[in-house]
């Protein structure tokens, strides 16, 4: 099976900007969480979708936005973006309720603002 | 609220030596506990995850890892350490519809 794609793999943006990221997970997984990872903050969960419902979200400003579609792909949004937005952006799939099931995780997204 | 302590941000071994790493979490019930590894630019690998039953779970590269109700433990351990080894080690635990992290620890190995 192929494993988590995450597109793009680097990104440079200006402040101000807005930037979507896309993951498509493991066929057959329907649920996609997202975190950010920065050295100072670690691994944070963003949200988490399952079967295009948003099941779970973490303590983030509402610039941050996702969506999954119907064949389980999900993209995440940033608008309006500051110099702290700057970090890895990891999505990971898993079969079962995030809680009990193993996530796979995708090579991420590294952001830069500027 | 549930939470994951990781003791010690920065863990050093000699390459052969023992490897521990600590994790305590806070839950009143039977929780769900998992280990990730994440190697440099890369994303997180489960090494291995404790749902029900033995409580010695054996995982991938030659860890393990016991769970310990009484001491709301899940530390991590291989027997002799590897230079690829070298990573960042994530303890989680599964809570409502999401997992929560521990800060992570780096693994040093000194040759």
């Known amino acids: 099976k192929a494993g988590v794609t995450q597109t793009p793999r680097y990104l440079i943006k200006t402040r101000g900007q807005q930037v979507t990221l896309s993951c498509s997970p493991i066929?057959?997984?329907?649920?996609v969480s997202w975190y950010q990872q920065t050295p100072g903050q670690g691994l944070q969960f963003l949200f988490e979708?399952?079967?295009?419902?948003?099941?779970n979200k973490g303590n983030f400003p509402g610039r941050f936005s996702g969506r999954q579609f119907s064949n389980s792909r999900s993209e995440m949004n940033v608008s309006t973006l500051e110099l702290g937005d700057s970090a890895l952006y990891l999505c990971?799939?898993?079969?079962?309720?995030?809680?009990?099931?193993?996530?796979?995780f995708g090579p991420g997204t590294r952001l830069t603002v500027t | 609220a549930q939470s994951v302590t990781q003791l010690g941000s920065h863990v050093s071994v000699s390459e052969g030596a023992l490897v521990l790493l600590r994790c305590n979490y806070s839950s009143s019930v039977p929780p769900y506990l998992f280990w990730y590894v994440q190697y440099p630019n890369q994303g997180l690998q489960l090494l291995l995850k404790y749902t029900t039953g033995a409580t010695l779970v054996k995982g991938i590269n030659g860890f393990e890892a016991e769970f310990k109700k009484s001491e709301t433990s899940f530390h991590l351990t291989k027997p002799s350490a590897h230079m690829s080894d070298a990573a960042e080690y994530f303890c989680?635990?599964?809570?409502?519809?999401?997992?929560?992290w521990g800060a992570g620890t780096k693994l040093i190995i000194k040759p």
């Open positions: 990971a799939s898993s079969f079962q309720s995030t809680r009990e099931g193993e996530q796979y």
């Open positions: 066929s057959g997984h329907r649920s």
């Open positions: 979708y399952f079967s295009e419902t948003q099941r």
């Open positions: 989680a635990v599964g809570s409502n519809y999401q997992l929560i």
